[in-house]
């Protein structure tokens, strides 16, 4: 199985293909499945702002579009290891409420690791509807 220190590295690897030339602030994902496998995702900003798309959310809505939707753990790197955002959290609570949140920086420093339930407390999911 992959380390934490592994999916942080690939993490940051991905931050290469990041698309931020409005606030040049780079963030990799890389989602963990019960598989094995490594799925991850950047940033993609936009001129408009609000169709900017963040890396945990790429990393989550490529891997259900490749049918995989059973996940261990995320590691969100960037410079100073920010949180996921609340729109974030919550497409996470909808395929994995119990997932492991890794936030490192870009040097692989992990700065916290929490489950996403402890992230986003109450949350609302399926079971709500």
């Known amino acids: 199985m992959i380390t934490d220190q592994e999916l942080v590295q690939a993490a940051i690897d ?4 990041c698309y ?14 019960v598989a094995g496998e ?3 995702g950047v940033n993609i900003e936009n001129a408009a702002y609000s169709p900017t798309n963040c890396a945990e959310r790429t990393a989550v809505f490529k891997a259900v579009s490749e049918g995989k939707r059973d996940y261990v753990k995320i590691a969100v790197v960037s410079k100073g290891a920010v949180s996921p955002c609340g729109v974030c959290r919550q497409v996470m609570t909808e395929f994995a409420p119990q997932i492991e949140v890794i936030m490192a920086d870009l040097e692989g420093n992990i700065r916290h690791t929490l489950r996403l339930d402890q992230l986003l407390v109450d949350s609302f999911g399926p079971e709500n509807l």
């Open 20 to 33: 931020a030339p409005y606030s040049n602030f780079k963030v990799g994902a890389a989602l963990l499945t």
């Open 14 to 17: 991905a931050t290469q293909y």
């Open 38 to 40: 490594v799925i991850t």
